[in-house]
């Protein structure tokens, strides 16, 4: 037998008796292991444990169902109602899952250390992003993007903020609903304030006229409409401006003006109050929108427009 062979042998016998104790040494630790974990489990009550599971579920519907039932007849105490269920459901959970714990498991220090790591990391899991929102909003009341009472765009919503809190901001929109924003979201988007902590907010409204017509008249009309508004605030500035644009096909003169509402709350009765007054003007001096031009020539033979009918 080659030198060779005969060393690799002996290498091999000698690893397979090194190896063979600890292995028999693993081998033996493993029943012990699983004896010591099938220790702190109850058998007994295991299926104690699961009738608890049962009749908690039972308990559940019929909370919802007497809710439902109690809903129903008193209408006027339709949130209480709600609020106390969500209440018992929540105390139920909690009272099922001790019950579970204490039948099935035998509670000592062992035991206490695992569910002790496994809320610890269940809980660290679920309040990331609760924590992540209580420092934007420390931030947010440093920084002061905005104030209560500001008139916001966010994330397509437009409305009033009511409330800044360590975890949310509260939004009450012109259609009064409440959105509540996570203050981490805020910091990380982009917010538009319309006013930041002043009563008076500038409005912008837009006119459409046809390019055959008087546009200075329609300026200045447009700007006597917004200097005699009741809501307006006559301590700022009062703008017109003109651009053309392209508007449903048709070449038009877009009319923007440009003034500031005395109080927020007063934005959309500003609005509806100009453009009933501006509408009302353009009537009564012929002022007209945007329509077709068909270009062609008078009797002179000089280019003229006339508007399609």
Do not use: H
Not at 11 to 38: F, H, I, M
Not at 63 to 88: D, Y
Request: aromatic share 8%.
């Amino acid at each position: 037998m080659p030198k060779r062979t005969v060393t690799e042998v002996l290498v091999c016998v000698a690893s397979l008796l090194v190896a063979t104790p600890v292995l028999a040494q693993e081998l033996n630790a493993e029943p012990t292991d699983l004896a010591r974990l099938a220790g702190f489990v109850r058998w007994s009550g295991a299926m104690v444990s699961l009738l608890v599971i049962i009749g908690a579920a039972i308990l559940l519907r019929s909370v919802s169902a007497v809710s439902a039932r109690l809903a129903s007849t008193f209408a006027s105490r339709r949130l209480a109602i709600q609020k106390l269920e969500s209440f018992v459901r929540f105390f139920i959970y909690v009272a099922a899952a001790a019950l579970v714990i204490s039948l099935s498991f035998r509670v000592n220090q062992t035991v206490l250390t695992v569910i002790g790591g496994t809320l610890a990391v269940a809980v660290g899991f679920a309040m990331r992003d609760l924590v992540a929102a209580v420092i934007a909003g420390v931030t947010i009341m440093f920084d002061r993007p905005f104030q209560v009472g500001d008139r916001v765009e966010y994330a397509g919503q437009y409305g009033d903020i009511v409330r800044i809190g360590l975890r949310s901001v509260r939004m009450q929109t012109l259609d009064d609903n409440v959105v509540t924003i996570p203050n981490n979201k805020i910091l990380t988007d982009v917010t538009s304030s319309g006013n930041w902590g002043e009563l008076e907010m500038q409005v912008r409204m837009e006119f459409y006229v046809g390019l055959d017509q008087d546009v200075d008249l329609a300026a200045r009309l447009v700007k006597e409409a917004l200097l005699t508004s009741r809501f307006i605030y006559l301590d700022r500035p009062v703008v017109v401006l003109m651009k053309q644009v392209i508007r449903d096909a048709y070449v038009a003169m877009q009319l923007t003006g440009r003034a500031y509402v005395l109080d927020t709350k007063y934005e959309k009765a500003f609005e509806t109050d100009v453009n009933r007054r501006v509408n009302r003007a353009f009537r009564q001096y012929g002022v007209e929108p945007p329509a077709m031009l068909i270009r062609g020539a008078d009797a002179t033979g000089a280019p003229a427009a006339r508007r399609a009918r």
